[in-house]
């Protein structure tokens, strides 16, 4: 299947999703934020955060949560530029590849599919890579077996957010809903 009817079969089951940012410091703050909280919980508590900080590192370094400080001194120490390094963003608190990617993708500087988890598993039941033990290696699997990536930021971004989506809302770890998904007739985990 190609990304462009994946994204279009996506878009019809959950609708059009905005990121958050394209800010890359504003996704780090708010990935930061808030840990293991339903996004909605995330979101508000991240616009009270930059209501009441304006995201400012130095406002931040003041918050009572570890992780948003340890993300200010690191702005603070690396400067703006390191937002744009892949390198110097997997150092920020819950980055990581995947969050790299998405970064670097949502601030249109490097392409990418960028799945995050539920993406990722996803991609692996269409059959799109091959699922290892090691996250890394699923990653990569999937990462090769939709390239090569279109020259589509709107798509690509838009792929990104529904595959998160699809995989928290009705493709679940576990007890997935694969009787009203509108990829099950592609899906190797369903044929399987």
Not at 7 to 33: F, Q, Y
Not at 65 to 74: D, I, N, V, Y
Not at 157 to 182: D, F, M, N, Y
Request: net charge positive; proline share 6%.
């Amino acid at each position: 299947m190609k990304l462009a009817e994946l994204v279009k079969r996506l878009r019809a089951m959950h609708g059009d999703i905005a990121p958050v940012s394209t800010d890359p410091w504003e996704l780090i703050v708010h990935e930061n934020c808030a840990y293991l909280v339903p996004p909605k919980t995330r979101q508000e508590r991240f616009l009270a955060l930059k209501k009441k900080t304006g995201l400012k590192p130095q406002a931040l370094l003041r918050s009572a949560e570890p992780k948003l400080r340890r993300c200010a001194e690191m702005l603070i120490e690396l400067g703006r530029d390191a937002l744009f390094d892949r390198k110097a963003l997997k150092k920020f608190p819950g980055v990581g590849e995947p969050g790299a990617d998405k970064l670097l993708l949502f601030s249109r500087k490097a392409k990418s599919l960028a799945p995050d988890s539920n993406g990722l598993r996803v991609l692996l039941r269409l059959g799109l890579g091959a699922e290892d033990k090691s996250y890394a290696k699923s990653y990569r699997s999937a990462a090769e077996a939709v390239a090569p990536l279109p020259d589509d930021w709107e798509l690509l971004i838009a792929a990104q957010l529904l595959l998160q989506r699809h995989g928290q809302t009705l493709c679940r770890r576990s007890a997935p809903k694969c009787e009203v998904c509108a990829l099950a007739k592609d899906c190797a985990f369903r044929q399987g």
